[in-house]
């Protein structure tokens, strides 16, 4: 994604039209799941991923996300060898 600044000084005219231009435009919906671009189907760090990317987790107040986030990677991490990490779940 190319950045752009836009023109003027923040708040004056210049800026604050440039800035309604740019809102009006059409949204583009982003789907962004956490490490699925690094995760295999079917193994305990895709399970995580799928997780990280759910309602249950994103409503989670911040404090318990990054409890349930520590969790999670000891889990990924400590709890399972590199070579073991299917679960042999499809």
Do not use: C, H
């Not at 809102?23 to 305990?44: D, M, N, Q």
Request: hydrophobic fraction near 40%; charge should be positive; aromatic fraction near 6%.
């Amino acid at each position: 994604m190319k950045l752009t600044r836009l023109p003027g000084q923040p708040f004056s005219s210049e800026f604050m039209d440039a800035l309604a231009t740019l809102r009006a435009l059409p949204k583009i919906e982003v789907k962004v799941e956490p490490g699925a671009a690094r995760t295999k189907p079917g193994t305990v760090d895709a399970l995580i991923a799928k997780y990280k990317s759910s309602i249950e987790f994103i409503r989670a107040r911040p404090n318990s996300q990054a409890q349930y986030q520590r969790m999670l990677d000891k889990l990924g991490a400590d709890l399972l060898s590199p070579g073991s990490r299917s679960t042999g779940w499809s």
